[in-house]
């Protein structure tokens, strides 16, 4: 079928493209080896702060207790584990021996704060008539004999470590290793990478074995987990580029326009890298997501060109009329596109976290940088080299054989297709709402969020929760004094109250602050006496009773004693009535004194992140929908025609929260951003498809033979478009971080969904409309 | 003794002015926001896994007191513990019963509490700001009587240290009226309906003869002149004895009204005692120490325990047999002289034992209350 723009008059922006075509060539060859030597210097930083949102008052209240809390929470544990018997054997012991002494010499270790059954800090301790007697919990004339283990089985049991340093079965013991965030001696930040990978080498590969299994758990894992995950990110993208290669070819079996295609998305991404880099801003484990984003966006759009050209190389036009053809037929709906992909990703930035506004800005440059090379360096480059025969003929000979796909889609511009179509919609469409209603906010699952489930870290973390009194889901209150008040009797009877308030909470399972090292010691200092277990009004006996606090139960300055509230998970709901939990303390009880500030901890950082991403959703779904429907009104200037092109959108989203319901993922830092690139991006098959069917529309062609022609001159391109963007992003779907494969299922999923909605509902919505003169 | 006597004279008479302070005293206190004398005890679903400490039998039911005021009840036909309604939200150390519907409560900050349901709810009787008052004025009349005293015999040595002191403990009790009540009562004991004692640290002792309406100090009618914690009271008809710190034991053989001091088997602590149904006194504390007397207190033989854990509360049924519980949830079955020990599994400090009607056991402690079983569990030693 004739390609209808040919009869258009060439513009003003072409003129000056195409007559000065070498001009071009050299400023773009000279930009991308300036902005690819910036990009080489991107590295990826995984810094918490920003994927946390700054601004929330619980995180501000964390910032300003940040060093005081740093005792308390970055600590990594050792776990060793006899695997065919119980911890009080010679050579398990041997083992766990040189397991401490290596893990001494680790740089970044707090040495005196080390504790394992071979730390000397470790001690039990027993109430005689002479007053309180103790000893390291490994006797000091241990010699591993069956005596000595006896000594050493009765030295645990009254050392009170059961459930803490030592497994409740008795089959594993940890090795508990505070870090110092700052070296004391060289003053440098700890470096959680190289930390993470000597945990590594010198513990696990070195120990682990048929008989001694070591699990590791902590913060700093963690984050050496995260940086050692997201470098295989690099191998997706290699991956990305050799499928998008191969589909390139196979769709327009020309090696000339594929290679120009794929390196004008690659330039497309090296000065997306490059600029990111100039303004200062960094690549994170989700805005890692963009170059994928951009490469996608810069084939499908550079398929959309290739396409013309051949096209017009069929019709008898050369290299240059060719190119400049394409050129004028598509930068208009190309524009619009690209601009509502970039308008939209800025939508992001009303979501106040620090790594989803990098996100934004990084996929807005992207999209302008792909305008600039697909739109203008391609069909530059396309001028000179051509389409090759093999590939017009190729073009020519599908463009002969209607293609089956395209005969099934024009079917849903005839009414009775359209209307069953429109029918099954809406049936999908209830059930899309009644799994919506069931999504969740926050993070679903147990452990680290960040990582998959069957992660190593993961199951290492399980295996602690497992054998071990404690849990890794930690709310942490912040009890704020005046200076020297932190311990002041009324203040720690207030936030003795208080954590017997959230004790009762559901969700909670256990309190842990001062307050109950101040009882602890009463009911030492009382001989052992139970009786005493309770806080004393005399400031004296309070006094003794903190002498031997674990660091980090309260500041130096005396003014903050952190209340430490471990939960049974950090689900969105937990959370929610945690703070409400708080919040209603405050109001009932009015504390004096003694002020409570949420959050800390892992659970209260994510109470902050979920209340931030709660109130964001609804806004950022009005301001992205609110643009790309301006963006379409201003192009078609037809309700109806944007009504089109905007309720498939639509009906995608809620298809995609309702398999997020389905597949247990929660709206959260990773999947809210992918709603907007979703949306942002699957409107271009709308404004693709819609700007031909208006060209045949103008021309008065009836609803059935436009759709015709607008499938036949953008239809193979658009589902290219589908294809290659969710490729882009399904490779993804393999990270070994959680929330980038979250990422990746969701694109994919929102891709090809957008497409195929684009596709058939287009038409038939624009039957139900009554678009077109001659509906028949 | 005859000296003590004239002191409760003036302590009697001077009685009711100092319960009117006291009381006043009470309502002040409240106004200035939370104490936790006066809070009510929280509703909670976890308080059977919150520390609890004694048990007692009101009638059919059995009843547990422990931390934030929590009193638990249960029948043997109910299935679950129930929360009472607690007047108090202190650390409860003692619960005792005069018959199934009256029984009191005692615990930290001086705290008295009552019931008049079986244990359902409980009111406020005492507390440690009426324990100050009661001290406050107990030394401002000994410090007259003494200057009075050593004005008519100036060189009476003994006269000029006694003022000393009590001219110290007033400073004391001035102190405590600044800071609040720091004493707690460890324990309760209920003669009858009317006739109680009280017990508690640095030497409390307090009676009431009136079934708890007004309670009066009598730390003076024992001979402790440091002041040592009075762990516990237990008796049997008007027979009375104190298990103290540092080996301390008391008898009375007049339901209260007058001490002697008895030879103490030991000079560590001991943290409980009870009358069993043979009328043998068990006392037991520190280290595994364990003590029996069948002749009320004249003499005690040791009792072998074969454990060095603490040993806080004990428990003999009718047969005579023995349980004494402790630390590291040690749990003693003595029976003539065939000694069993046994470890709970959860490890935890025990402070008491009590049948179930199941035929097994409930013990309280650090982890609340936990069921045991003998048949479950082999003997380690």
Same mark, same amino acid.
């Given at each position: ?13 072409? *003129? ?26 991107? %590295? ?38 006899? *695997? ?12 766990? @021996? ?107 590969? /070195? ?13 700093? *894992? ?105 050129? %004028? ?71 002969? @054989? ?11 511009? /005839? ?115 139970? *009786? ?15 002498? /031997? ?38 109001? @009932? ?35 992205? +929908? ?30 995609? @929260? ?48 436009? +759709? ?69 | ?229 009075? #762990? ?34 030991? #000079? ?83 402070? #008491? ?29």
């Amino acid at each position: 079928m004739e390609d209808l723009t040919t009869q258009k008059k060439p513009g003003a922006i072409e *003129k000056l493209l195409f007559s000065f075509r070498k001009t071009w060539f050299i400023i773009f060859a000279i930009l991308t080896v300036f902005l690819g030597y910036q990009a080489a210097q991107v %590295r990826p930083d995984a810094s918490l702060s920003k994927m946390i949102p700054a601004k929330h008052p619980f995180i501000q209240n964390y910032f300003d207790y940040r060093s005081d809390l740093a005792t308390l929470g970055n600590v990594v544990r050792v776990v060793v584990e006899n *695997k065919n018997g119980t911890i009080f054997e010679k050579s398990y012991q041997q083992t766990l @021996q040189k397991i401490t002494d290596e893990v001494f010499y680790i740089p970044g270790v707090n040495r005196s704060g080390l504790r394992s059954l071979w730390t000397p800090n470790v001690r039990w301790m027993e109430v005689t008539e002479e007053g309180f007697v103790g000893g390291p919990v490994i006797p000091d004339d241990y010699d591993g004999s069956e005596h000595a283990l006896e000594e050493l089985r009765t030295n645990v049991l009254r050392s009170g470590e059961v459930g803490n340093l030592v497994a409740n079965n008795f089959k594993s013991a940890v090795i508990y290793i505070p870090l110092d965030e700052i070296n004391p001696d060289t003053g440098e930040q700890l470096d959680y990478s190289a930390f993470s990978d000597k945990l590594e080498s010198t513990i696990r590969d /070195k120990y682990a074995s048929k008989d001694i299994a070591i699990h590791i758990t902590g913060f700093a *894992k963690l984050i050496g987990d995260l940086i050692e995950g997201a470098k295989q990110v690099g191998l997706f993208f290699l991956l990305a580029i050799v499928i998008t290669l191969v589909m390139l070819y196979w769709y327009s079996r020309c090696w000339r326009s594929t290679l120009t295609v794929l390196s004008c998305s690659i330039i497309a991404v090296i000065w997306q890298l490059g600029i990111i880099k100039l303004i200062g801003s960094g690549i994170n484990p989700y805005s890692m997501l963009v170059p994928f984003l951009v490469f996608a966006i810069g084939v499908s759009h550079g398929v959309q060109i290739i396409n013309a050209v051949g096209a017009n190389r069929i019709h008898g036009n050369d290299k240059l009329q060719a190119s400049r053809l394409a050129f %004028r037929g598509l930068y208009i709906a190309g524009l619009t596109a690209l601009a509502s992909d970039a308008i939209g990703f800025t939508t992001l930035m009303v979501i106040d976290i620090e790594v989803i506004k990098e996100l934004a800005i990084a996929a807005s440059i992207g999209v302008a940088v792909v305008v600039l090379t697909n739109l203008g360096l391609l069909p530059v480059l396309m001028s000179y080299v051509g389409v090759s025969e093999h590939g017009v003929k190729y073009l020519q000979k599908s463009e002969q @054989q209607s293609h089956p796909l395209l005969t099934f889609f024009s079917r849903f511009a /005839k009414p009775k297709w359209a209307y069953s179509a429109i029918a099954v919609s809406l049936v999908l469409l209830s059930w899309g709402l009644y799994y919506s209603q069931q999504l969740a906010i926050g993070d679903l699952d147990s452990g680290a969020p960040e990582l998959r489930q069957d992660s190593r870290y993961n199951k290492d973390n399980a295996f602690l929760v497992d054998n071990y009194s404690s849990s890794t889901d930690i709310f942490v209150v912040m009890a704020k004094t005046e200076p020297q008040k932190c311990i002041a009797y009324q203040n720690l009877e207030m936030m003795d109250r208080f954590s017997w308030v959230m004790e009762n909470t559901k969700g909670v399972q256990d309190v842990k602050s001062i307050v109950y090292v101040s009882k602890m010691g009463m009911f030492g200092l009382n001989e052992g006496n139970l *009786k005493w277990f309770s806080l004393n009004r005399n400031q004296y006996v309070i006094n003794a009773s903190v002498g /031997k606090a674990p660091d980090g139960l309260i500041n130096p300055e005396c003014s903050m004693a952190p209340i430490i509230i471990y939960l049974d998970d950090h689900k969105a709901e937990t959370l929610k009535t945690v703070v409400a939990a708080v919040e209603e303390f405050k109001q @009932q009880y009015q504390p004096q004194g003694v002020e409570f500030l949420m959050a800390a901890g892992n659970a209260g950082i994510e109470a902050a992140t979920n209340s931030v991403i709660e109130s964001a959703q609804t806004k950022m779904l009005l301001w992205v +929908y609110g643009v790309v429907i301006v963006l379409c009104f201003i192009t078609f200037r037809r309700f109806r025609t944007v009504a089109c092109i905007i309720l498939p959108l639509a009906f995608t989203t809620v298809m995609s @929260q309702g398999l997020m319901a389905v597949m247990g993922i929660g709206i959260k830092v990773a999947t809210l951003p992918v709603i907007a690139l979703g949306v942002g991006i699957g409107v271009d098959y709308g404004i693709y498809i819609y700007s031909r069917v208006k060209e045949a529309l103008e021309r008065g062609l009836p609803l059935y033979e436009t +759709y015709q022609y607008a499938l036949a001159n953008t239809g193979k391109a658009v589902g290219f478009t589908g294809l290659t963007l969710a490729i882009g992003v399904a490779t993804w779907i393999f990270s070994p971080i959680k929330f980038q494969a979250d990422m990746g299922i969701l694109l994919t999923f929102m891709f090809l969904w957008n497409m195929l909605g684009a596709l058939i509902l287009i038409p038939a919505l624009a039957r139900l409309f009554r678009i077109g003169r001659n509906s028949a | 003794m005859r000296l003590r006597s004239a002191h409760w004279g003036l302590v009697v008479v001077l009685f009711s002015g100092a319960v009117t302070a006291a009381q006043s005293n009470n309502e002040q206190q409240a106004e200035q926001g939370f104490d936790v004398i006066y809070a009510d005890s929280l509703p909670s679903n976890i308080a059977d896994q919150a520390v609890l400490i004694d048990f007692a039998d009101a009638g059919s039911r059995t009843v547990t007191v422990g931390a934030h005021g929590d009193v638990l009840f249960r029948s043997n036909e109910q299935d679950q513990w129930q929360k009472a309604q607690v007047a108090t939200s202190v650390l409860l150390t003692s619960v005792d019963f005069a018959n199934p519907k009256q029984g009191w409560a005692v615990g930290h900050h001086g705290v008295i509490i009552h019931t008049s349901d079986g244990g359902q709810s409980w009111q406020r009787q005492f507390t440690g700001f009426d324990l100050i008052s009661l001290e406050a004025q107990f030394y401002q009349n000994k410090v007259k009587q003494l200057q009075q005293q050593l004005a008519a015999n100036p060189d009476d040595s003994d006269l000029s240290y006694a003022l000393d002191d009590a001219q110290f403990q007033l400073q004391n009790v001035e102190i405590a009226q600044q800071e609040g009540p720091s004493k707690p009562l460890l324990s309760v004991y209920a003669v009858d309906a009317n006739t109680l004692l009280a017990s508690g640290a640095y030497g409390t002792l307090l009676k009431s003869d009136d079934g708890g309406k007004q309670w009066r100090l009598a730390s003076d009618a024992i001979d402790n002149p440091n002041g040592f914690h009075l #762990n516990a009271l237990c008796g049997s008809g008007n027979k009375l004895f104190i298990a103290g710190e540092a080996g301390l034991v008391f008898r009375s053989n007049d339901a209260g009204a007058t001490w002697q001091t008895l030879t103490s088997p030991y #000079n560590g602590s001991f943290f409980g005692c009870h009358v069993d149904a043979q009328d043998n006194l068990w006392i037991y504390g520190l280290r595994g120490h364990a003590f029996r007397s069948s002749d009320w207190g004249d003499s005690f033989s040791a009792v072998t325990t074969n454990t060095s854990v603490n040993l806080s509360g004990g428990y003999s049924t009718a047969d005579g047999t023995t349980y004494l519980v402790g630390h590291s949830g040690t749990i003693v079955k003595w029976r003539a002289d065939d000694v069993k020990v046994y470890t709970h599994p959860s490890g935890a400090v025990l402070t #008491n034992i009590h049948p179930n009607p199941n035929g097994g056991w409930w013990l309280v402690g650090r982890q609340g209350v936990l069921s045991w079983s003998e048949s479950q569990q082999a003997a380690q030693k």
